[in-house]
T-cell receptor, first 112, second 110 residues
Framework: DSGVTQTPKHLITATGQRVTLRCSPR?????VYWYQQSLDQGLQFLIQ???????AKGNILERFSAQQFPDLHSELNLSSLELGDSALYFC???????????FGQGTRLTVV | KNEVEQSPQNLTAQEGEFITINCSYS?????LHWLQQHPGGGIVSLFM?????KKHGRLIATINIQEKHSSLHITASHPRDSAVYIC????????????WGAGTKLIIKP
């Protein structure tokens, strides 16, 4: 158990819908990262937060947004879902930006 | 050319064999990570290295900063080691984002 909790584990939804994925980082970790892994693809960095502030953006679509709350948990919002958004979404956390990152188990999103 | 290259892409071996997975990178880094992704999808952080060598159980990771190369070794391999092993580097100029290798798919046959 990495200490990073992601909910839900599985999510099936229809095209055009909006979903929210949640991540609780390890206790004491200030930095949260979101990654997308499509079928048989590598991990794509989406966005990073540090202590509530956005620090880096990767290949995140405009339909996607995220935030980190004062209690340091983070949410990734995906809207106007398309079939191609079906993927594993991972959250990782670390104490600072340059320390070891620990991964949650991922949320498997299926858009039908 | 990708900034992080792993070899081999796929590796099948017999139980008990010594396994080596290589990672070469072309950017300046502050740290290198080895991660394991199980068939079910979960990702586990194995090592974070900035120099030298680390060992955890049957796993050994080494890094040569001058040669920009790292290796992950598995001794006495077991079918439960079957997974995708991913090398990722934390670049110095990329706001500490991880730059990912494509992964090495390892299958250990009993």
């Amino acid at each position: 158990d990495s200490g990073v909790t992601q909910t839900p584990k599985h999510l099936i939804t229809a095209t055009g819908q909006r979903v929210t994925l949640r991540c609780s980082p390890r206790s004491g970790d200030l930095s949260v990262y979101w990654y997308q892994q499509s079928l048989d693809q590598g991990l794509q960095f989406l966005i990073q937060y540090y202590n509530g502030e956005e620090r880096a953006k990767g290949n995140i679509l405009e339909r996607f947004s995220a935030q980190q709350f004062p209690d340091l948990h983070s949410e990734l919002n995906l809207s106007s879902l398309e079939l191609g958004d079906s993927a594993l979404y991972f959250c990782a956390s670390s104490v600072t930006q340059n320390t070891e990152a620990f991964f949650g188990q991922g949320t498997r999103l299926t858009v039908v | 050319k990708n900034e992080v290259e792993q070899s081999p892409q796929n590796l099948t071996a017999q139980e008990g064999e010594f396994i080596t997975i290589n990672c070469s990178y072309s950017v300046g880094i502050s740290a290198l990570h080895w991660l394991q992704q199980h068939p079910g999808g979960g990702i586990v952080s194995l090592f974070m290295l900035s120099s030298g060598k680390k060992k955890h159980g049957r796993l050994i990771a080494t890094i040569n900063i001058q040669e920009k190369h790292s290796s992950l070794h598995i001794t006495a391999s077991h079918p439960r080691d079957s997974a995708v092993y991913i090398c990722a580097v934390r670049g110095m100029d990329s706001n500490y984002q991880l730059i990912w290798g494509a992964g090495t798919k390892l299958i250990i046959k009993p």
